[in-house]
């Protein structure tokens, strides 16, 4: 008889969860009363909000050292530094096989003294056909003279004689004419032939340049002082990269593509905090703030900083849950200091405005129900689910809206207790059968 009794009371506080959590989307609900859940009273009192999260150090200046873009194929390192190391700017960092750069070099320069031993010969070939075409003209001028005269004296001589000197003129001058057309088209003939050679030098010249530009861009230097971080080494996997896949960092020997990422030069003397905060934390953070940053890489110790930047948009993947969102934040650090590096995991506290007779409860006394805070208040023989609009959360306490003093929350959710209770009711009860007493 005792155990139909207490599987009847099991059956009716769970009847009773069912029904809380039936009606779990109404702005209250309620709830059977449980005398041992804990409750705590809204209450007034002096705070200062502290904002807590995690974050990790940046540098404020950061510079990729890439592979020189240049034409012709893979580049292979021959000098690169090592992971961590500490460079100055102008520090070669990363070095690169120059010798196919310095036999271009070496063909360019071949190709260019070829083009100006051409130019000299051009010229002088000129110069012999000028001297030749010179003689030439002046005999032919010479010839159309003489034919002048013979033909002045056709009165003196016979018909036929006098028509052979006009014959004799006519051919004269008629060669004066091809020659000279002759010395034209060698004249344009050995400029042209010139400023082929002349532009068969320009184009060796600036050949060589470039390959002297490429040599000088073998050997990279640091363009600012910092620290060393080697890249991962994409062009092992030949510019494949997937999510989860670890790549090796680049090492001497290795074969890279032109203008390739392979380090960084992190500037370590201007190091800050980034970090993202919730959106109820967000109300609370403005610009100038003090900040307690303790770096887990060096326990025991505590930094300064203020807070430089809050994100005014959130930012949050496409997959994230909306009432999830996120909005960045950078601390700037006080002072300098050696042993900090960027990546190092960091704590902030970050000391927000001081409230006088705040109205708050404890903050494990605010639940979320499909996405909205509320707490349960009790109401005459039981609990009650209520929206309310948490202003902060701050050292254990929660600042909100929409509550009288004096209100008594629970500590822990009802529903959830219930159940458990329910739950455990029901298991500790042994099954009754037909033959049962």
């Known amino acids: 008889m005792k155990n139909r009794l207490s599987q009847r009371d099991a059956l009716f ?6 029904g809380g959590s039936s009606i779990a989307c109404r702005q209250t609900t309620a709830l059977a009363i449980e005398p041992e859940i804990p409750t705590a009273t809204v209450k007034q009192v002096d705070l200062q909000l502290k904002v807590v999260t995690t974050g990790y150090l940046r540098s404020e ?3 990729v050292i890439a592979a020189p873009p240049i034409a012709g194929g893979t580049l292979q390192i021959i000098k690169l530094a090592r992971f961590g190391a500490q460079v100055h700017k102008g520090d070669v960092i990363l070095e690169f096989d120059p010798s196919q750069q310095e036999y271009n070099l070496a063909q360019n320069r071949s190709d260019l003294l070829q083009a100006e031993q051409e130019i000299v010969k051009a010229k002088a070939d000129a110069a012999v056909q000028a ?7 002046l005999k032919a001028k010479y010839a159309v003279r003489r034919a002048e005269l013979d033909v002045s004296k056709n009165e003196l ?7 052979k000197n006009l014959l004799a003129l006519d051919e004269a001058r008629r060669a004066l004419a091809q020659l000279e057309q002759d010395i034209r088209s060698h004249s344009a003939s050995n400029e042209a032939a010139l400023a082929i050679s002349q532009e068969k030098r320009h184009k060796a010249r600036l050949a060589m340049e470039q390959a002297e530009e490429n040599i000088t861009k073998m050997r990279v230097t640091a363009p600012l002082d910092g620290l060393v971080v080697i890249r991962g080494n994409r062009d ?5 990269f997937f999510e989860g896949m670890t790549l090796p960092d680049y090492h001497v020997g290795d074969q890279v593509n032109p203008g390739s990422p392979i380090a960084e030069v992190v500037d370590i003397s ?3 905090v980034s970090a993202q905060v919730g959106e109820t934390d967000r109300t609370n953070l403005k610009t100038g703030q003090q900040v307690d940053i303790q770096i887990d890489a060096l326990p025991g110790e505590t930094f300064a900083g203020k807070v430089q930047t809050v994100g005014g948009a959130t930012s949050h ?3 994230d849950d909306p009432s999830q969102h996120k909005f960045d934040l950078d601390i700037q650090l006080n002072s300098h200091e050696q042993r900090l590096r960027p990546g190092f995991s960091a704590h902030l506290s970050i000391r927000g405005d001081q409230l006088s007779k705040a109205v708050s409860i404890p903050s494990e006394a605010v639940f979320e129900r499909d996405g909205k805070k509320v707490v349960y208040c009790k109401r005459n023989r039981g609990f009650e689910m209520q929206e309310v609009k948490v202003r902060a959360l701050s050292e254990g306490r929660a600042v909100l809206e929409g509550l009288p003093l004096g209100t008594v929350v629970a500590l822990v959710n009802p529903e959830a207790k219930l159940a458990e209770k329910a739950k455990a009711s029901s298991g500790s009860t042994p099954a ?4 049962s007493p």
């Open 13 to 18: 506080f769970f009847l009773i969860f069912l």
């Open 61 to 63: 200046q950061t510079r």
């Open 131 to 137: 001297a030749e075409d010179r003689t030439a003209l």
């Open 157 to 163: 001589v016979s018909k036929i004689d006098a028509q």
């Open 236 to 240: 092992a996997t030949g510019g494949m």
């Open 270 to 272: 201007h190091l800050q």
């Open 317 to 319: 993947e496409f997959w």
């Open 432 to 435: 009754v059968g037909p033959g």
